[in-house]
């Protein structure tokens, strides 16, 4: 990949038919205050077919720009650029992202700073949206430290995500979902990143492999995470290193497309990394509630039928779900059992599935 050779950091975007989107973001990382850091920029065009590919060209001539034939998802989007970086750290950040000038560079030297063992730091991530307190009767988002109404005038952010924690019941959920940005400072420690924002060491890419391209999209952060605990590595959380992020710009959340990604590739995760026990529990319990809700008399259709798709897709990708489990299992330095006992019950406000 031409340049990436000599950088010290790799910043990939995916984009998927979001022409302004990617454009904003861009001009945020040529805002970043890089502190000697030779930063290259790659962005994936997912086939979006609206110009973007022309649109980057002419604002930013000086980020490569990679076009995929098909859409590719998330996870496939990263890997094609993936596949050919080769500086140390690579940077993956949303097109409905905008970091701060120095996200970048504190993020970097965070990894650098880290233990070995480190494979990745993931950012600090605010939701692009203001709030301010819900008077009563007005309609809100519910967080930990109160009831919000998106306000541009408000003087309150929120958190989007500060690293992904997994939880005894198989969900993935954002740490610090919807609270206070300025009263949530939570350990460095997590269990995993989340991909609107993170710095990830290329040697442990290549130890443990890329994204799973199954996934598509959704969990397919908390998988590589799982995998690169498997193998023995950490991931940590920078608190410095700020970006604001339009969350579900691109797939609008309690869609059909987002509840069969969020449904199906939960169960590929846990048939592929977790113990059999809770891997066969979650799938088991997701026949079930199927069924349930099959037969009540106000069930819906809608969801039934995208039920009834998880489960023909699952079954479908079974075969090489465990194949991989298989491969993952032999290289693992650390045990299954091991990695689970970092898996945390449900919250009683529970959260947003990674």
Same mark, same amino acid.
């Given at each position: 990949?031409?340049?990436?050779?000599?950088?010290?950091?790799?910043?990939?975007?995916?984009?998927?038919?979001?022409?302004?989107?990617?454009?904003?973001?861009?001009?945020?990382?040529?805002?970043?205050?890089?502190?000697?850091?030779r930063m290259h920029v790659v962005v994936v065009d997912n086939d979006s077919r609206d110009g973007t590919a022309e649109a980057v060209h002419a604002a930013h001539p000086e980020v490569q720009v990679v076009v995929s034939d098909v859409n590719r998802g998330f996870a496939g989007g990263n890997n094609l650029a993936l596949r050919a970086v080769d500086s140390p750290v690579v940077v993956l950040l949303n097109n409905d992202a905008v970091p701060e000038p120095t996200f970048v560079a504190r993020l970097v030297g965070h990894l650098r700073a880290a233990a070995p063992e480190v494979a990745a730091v993931t950012g600090r991530v605010l939701l692009a949206d203001r709030f301010r307190p819900a008077a009563d009767g007005e309609s809100a988002v519910v967080g930990p430290d109160g009831r919000w109404v998106a306000d541009p005038a408000g003087d309150v952010l929120l958190v989007n995500s500060t690293g992904n924690v997994l939880r005894t019941d198989g969900y993935g959920v954002d740490r610090g979902w919807l609270a206070r940005a300025d009263g949530h400072h939570p350990p460095r420690e997590v269990f995993g990143f989340c991909g609107a924002g993170v710095a990830l060491r290329t040697d442990a890419l290549r130890d443990v492999g890329l994204f799973d391209e199954d996934f598509f999209l959704y969990y397919e952060d908390s998988d590589l995470s799982w995998r690169l605990r498997l193998a023995g590595y950490r991931v940590e959380y920078a608190q410095d290193a700020v970006l604001h992020h339009e969350h579900a710009a691109s797939t609008r959340e309690g869609s059909d497309l987002f509840r069969f990604h969020d449904w199906r590739n939960r169960l590929? /995760?846990?048939?592929?990394?977790? =113990? *059999?026990?809770?891997?066969?529990?979650?799938? /088991?319990?997701?026949?079930?509630? =199927? *069924?349930?809700?099959a037969l009540r008399r106000h069930g819906s259709r809608g969801e039934v039928r995208v039920r009834l798709r998880v489960l023909a897709s699952y079954v479908r990708l079974l075969p090489a779900m465990l194949a991989r489990r298989r491969t993952i299992g032999r290289r693992a330095r650390v045990t299954r059992a091991e990695v689970e006992r970092l898996l945390v019950p449900p919250a009683p406000s529970g959260g947003l599935r990674a």
């Open positions: 990949m031409n340049g990436v050779a000599t950088a010290d950091v790799t910043v990939v975007v995916v984009t998927w038919r979001a022409r302004a989107l990617v454009l904003r973001c861009l001009e945020g990382l040529a805002r970043q205050e890089l502190d000697g850091l590929l /995760l846990l048939t592929k990394d977790a =113990t *059999a026990r809770r891997a066969v529990a979650a799938v /088991l319990r997701f026949v079930v509630t =199927t *069924a349930s809700v």
